[in-house]
């Protein structure tokens, strides 16, 4: 079994219009995750930071988060998944 922890470095969100603004009546929401880096510290365990966007079209608010996610389980799990 694999385990997986978050640790949430940086959370930022910003709406751009005000809030007496009626939203649009159809919004696009686009969904990103990066995967910045993959440090192995062991066979077992393995640390990967992250950064994770939602963006709405049209532009009425952005989402940013910042973080890392620690990987932990048994070598045979580990490498294989």
């Known amino acids: 079994m694999l385990r997986v922890t978050v640790q949430i ?3 930022t969100g910003e709406r751009f ?5 009626q939203l649009p ?3 696009q929401i686009a969904v990103n995750i ?3 880096g993959l440090d192995l510290k062991s066979e077992s ?3 990967a930071p992250f950064v994770f966007t939602v963006n709405y079209n049209p532009s009425i608010a952005q989402l ?3 973080g890392r996610a620690q ?3 048994e070598k045979k ?3 294989r998944s």
């Open 9 to 11: 470095t940086n959370l």
């Open 34 to 36: 990066n995967i910045v």
């Open 64 to 66: 940013s988060v910042k």
């Open 17 to 21: 219009r005000g809030y007496e603004s």
């Open 45 to 47: 365990t393995a640390d």
């Open 25 to 27: 009546p159809q919004v």
């Open 77 to 79: 799990r580990f490498l």
């Open 71 to 73: 990987v932990f389980g």
